[in-house]
């Protein structure tokens, strides 16, 4: 049984898996992050590892504390992964885009995958049928979108998420909601039928914590599944396990 944590760039998530199944997710308070694990392995006394990715500013001594009990693993650079990666900077490349992409490659054998990974960037990743990583895209999050209108002009209100009632917005709060969310659904469709031009087949995955806000704005058939990161991190130690 292992914990499974991703420290993202706005939250911090985790899941506790045994084998293939997820037992229960959580989403840690930045300040609580030890007190929170303590209370999961008093929980899952079975719990024997503690695997984390991380690409936020959380201090990693947090985390090592807990050698003491458990084995830790820092998901990284050095590792290795079930795929060839085409990235011209891999040293560069984000650990979760990396641990992402693993889980594709473990869970979707021979295809085509497109990872769209909606957090607080929006990071596409391609793996194509070889299984060679091809790289992708990095662009703002939904809410880092609202944040950033806000924050970088005298008159624009932060607001929170909400579904455009028109696509012509009426008032200020509607053409920022119409030019946030129908700007980005237009932008994921758009990226997916640039590749749909270069490959008639792949899959695509959503997640990220904008998961389920976006996938029905999307024209494609998708596997939305807002815990793959975490569902790719067992499978990334799985991998690890059966090839040390
Ligand atoms: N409780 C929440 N707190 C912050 N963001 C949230 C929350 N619920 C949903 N979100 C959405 O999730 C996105 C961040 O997703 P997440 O996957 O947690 O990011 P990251 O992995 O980069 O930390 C934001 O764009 C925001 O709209
Ligand atoms: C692009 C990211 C900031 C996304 O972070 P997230 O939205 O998951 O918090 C992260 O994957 C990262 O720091 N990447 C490094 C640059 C790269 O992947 O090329
Ligand atoms: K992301």
């Known amino acids: 049984m292992i914990l499974t944590i991703d420290v993202g760039n706005t939250r911090i998530k985790g899941a506790v898996f045994e084998e293939d199944k997820a037992l229960e997710c959580f989403v ?20 024997t590892h503690l695997v984390v990715a ?16 458990l084995e830790v693993w820092f998901v990284s650079h ?22 992402l ?11 085509n995958r497109l990872i769209i990974d909606a957090g ?21 999050g939904l809410r880092l979108r609202y944040e950033a209108l806000h924050h970088y002009t005298e008159k624009l209100p932060l607001l929170n998420a909400t ?36 490959y008639s087949n792949f899959i695509i995955i959503l997640t990220g914590g904008d998961t389920d806000f976006l996938a029905k704005r999307l024209k494609n ?8 990161l975490l569902e790719s991190l067992n499978q990334i130690f799985q991998y690890k396990i059966k090839n040390d």
Do not use: W
């Open 163 to 198: 579904d455009p009632i028109h696509f012509i917005g009426k008032s200020t709060a509607e053409s920022i909601h119409s030019g946030i969310v129908n700007g980005l659904a237009h932008e994921i469709n758009g990226f997916v039928d640039e590749y749909s031009a270069q």
């Open 221 to 228: 058939t998708i596997f939305a599944n807002s815990n793959f």
């Open 28 to 47: 840690f308070p930045k300040d609580e992050i030890q007190k929170n694990i303590k209370i999961i392995l008093k929980k899952y006394k079975k719990i």
């Open 101 to 111: 992409a693993a889980g594709a490659t473990l869970q979707f054998r021979g295809q």
């Open 120 to 140: 607080t960037c929006v990071t596409y990743d391609f793996v194509d049928h070889n299984d060679v990583y091809l790289g992708g895209a990095i662009s703002p």
């Open 78 to 99: 050095e590792d290795s992964f079930p795929f060839i990666n085409g990235y011209a900077t891999p040293k560069t490349l984000g650990i979760d885009r990396m641990v």
């Open 54 to 69: 991380s690409v936020g500013s959380v201090e990693k001594q947090l985390f090592l504390d807990f050698e003491k009990v």
